[in-house]
């Protein structure tokens, strides 16, 4: 289960903390490894992975203890956002983990040696990645936009800390230092967290981006390669059929069947040379691999039944 979001805190005293999420997207894991399946707020309210997801996160909220005397409610809510912007960021190795899982099942997809499937999975797969990494890199974007919503308790301190961000801002504010509160410096850290967050979202939208194209690549290239094949085929086919034919052709069928005497026999040989020109070609062009074998077995197979058919039903035609 994915959730992307944003968190309020509250702070009222040391052993009295409320941290009130709110959820604008969530996704559900699929059936196969890295598939999503986005769900409406409707559904993500009643689903059961959602709850066990949000109770998870609850559990890894941070448990400050209050060192601090008097009670500085400002910088417990400081250490809070921070430690809530840390673990933010951290969550994006999971994203990291999902997009190496995908790329590793697009590197088993692009090997010869496996099976051809689709890779309409995967890219499906990626996109929806790639949304995911966006939804949250927006998140941590407005958060840094707007300062952690610093403005909504202390309007001073944040224009001061917009005038750190950017000297170029115009208003009356000094810029922010460590003495402009008491808990700046945490606060500093958890927009850096914020912003670091970002950066990494966004590469790995990129990533995943990048990736998509690579399937491209992989699924041009293999179809290039099974319609190679099929080329192979068609002349390994055209060879079987063709010299038979051309040979009862020059000869007449009257004349070379049934094939009950000496000379009729030894007429037949360019027949017997022209399926054993086919077999020839079907092994030097046998793609490489596990399947090649199976390709070459296959090959040899339908030769060795054609000219089984051409010999039986040149003994068992009746005499003219």
């Not at 509250?10 to 890295?34: I, K, L, M, P, Y």
């Not at 409610?73 to 899982?101: C, T, W």
Request: charged letters at 20%.
């Amino acid at each position: 289960m994915v959730i992307v979001g944003h968190s309020l805190v509250a702070v009222r005293s040391g052993e009295d903390v409320a941290v009130q999420s709110f959820v604008t997207n969530c996704w559900e894991e699929g059936s196969a490894e890295g598939e999503f399946r986005r769900l409406d707020m409707e559904t993500s309210r009643e689903s059961e992975a959602a709850k066990n997801a949000m109770r998870s996160f609850e559990q890894r909220l941070p448990r400050w203890p209050e060192a601090t005397s008097p009670f500085d409610p400002e910088m417990h809510a400081a250490k809070h956002a921070k430690a809530l912007a840390e673990l933010s960021r951290n969550s994006v190795a999971g994203m990291r983990e999902i997009r190496y899982d995908l790329e590793h099942r697009l590197a088993q997809f692009s090997s010869k040696g496996l099976p051809t499937s689709s890779s309409t999975p995967i890219v499906a797969s990626l996109l929806e990645l790639s949304i995911i990494c966006g939804r949250a890199a927006d998140e941590a974007r407005e958060a840094v936009r707007e300062g952690l919503w610093l403005h909504l308790s202390d309007s001073t301190a944040y224009h001061s800390y917009r005038r750190l961000q950017d000297p170029s801002i115009i208003n009356e504010a000094e810029p922010a230092t460590p003495a402009t509160r008491s808990w700046m410096r945490l606060h500093d850290a958890g927009v850096r967290q914020c912003v670091e967050m970002r950066k990494q979202l966004d590469a790995e939208s990129g990533s995943a981006r990048n990736l998509m194209a690579a399937a491209a690549s992989v699924s041009n290239s293999r179809e290039a390669d099974g319609q190679s094949a099929f080329n192979t085929l068609a002349a390994v086919v055209s060879l079987g059929l063709g010299i038979p034919a051309l040979v009862l052709a020059l000869y007449g069928a009257d004349r070379l069947l049934p094939l009950n005497t000496q000379p009729r026999q030894l007429a037949f040989i360019p027949v017997a040379i022209g399926l054993l020109l086919a077999a020839v070609i079907a092994i030097w062009r046998a793609p490489r691999g596990r399947s090649g074998w199976i390709w070459v077995v296959a090959a040899i197979g339908i030769i060795v039944l054609l000219l089984s058919l051409l010999v039986v039903a040149g003994l068992l035609a009746p005499d003219s």
